[in-house]
């Protein structure tokens, strides 16, 4: 019995489909488990106040989080962040992370730096403690969780 060229490229095709469809999905299992994450930053009890800030999270690998995605939120005028990774998805995956903020101090005035013969305003009070500035030495942990408590993500730093 003489098989037709139609049937064997018709196989062909269709396994060639099937295959192609099977590493397609294959692909979409990368794709993180993210939740969304939204917080605010105090210092000292009152919300930070700045004239633009950032707070990244950094995975935590010492407590399993291997992600190589570090989210990131930008501080309103107010001190509330949300979260998004990979520049404009929302939300952070799941699992531990340090956090670091930064921040500038309100109003635009130009400075002086010490030392230089410059007449200007003293340069600007910190807004807080600069280890905050700093994941590995911030103390700022978080578990990103699919259904945080109330507050979950609120950042609170000192002077």
């Not at 060639?16 to 009890?45: F, H, K, Q, Y």
């Not at 730096?113 to 910190?126: A, I, V």
Request: proline share 10%; glycine share 12%; with cysteine.
């Amino acid at each position: 019995m003489a098989r037709s060229k139609f049937s064997f490229w018709s196989r062909l095709f269709g396994i060639t489909a099937v295959l192609g469809m099977v590493w397609a999905t294959a692909g979409c299992g990368d794709e993180p488990d993210v939740v969304p994450v939204s917080g605010r930053v105090t210092v000292d009890g009152e919300p930070l106040r700045s004239r633009g800030g950032v707070v990244n999270f950094v995975p935590d690998k010492a407590k399993g989080n291997t992600t190589t995605l570090e989210p990131a939120g930008v501080l309103d005028e107010d001190g509330n962040f949300t979260v998004y990774y990979a520049t404009k998805k929302k939300g952070a995956p799941t699992g531990w992370y340090k956090v670091q903020v930064t921040a500038m101090p309100p109003g635009d005035q130009p400075f002086s730096m010490p030392g230089s013969k410059g007449r200007g305003p003293k340069p600007p009070k910190p807004l807080f403690n600069w280890r905050f500035t700093r994941a590995a030495d911030s103390g700022l942990a978080v578990e990103v969780v699919r259904n945080p408590a109330p507050g979950a993500y609120d950042l609170k730093l000192t002077r």
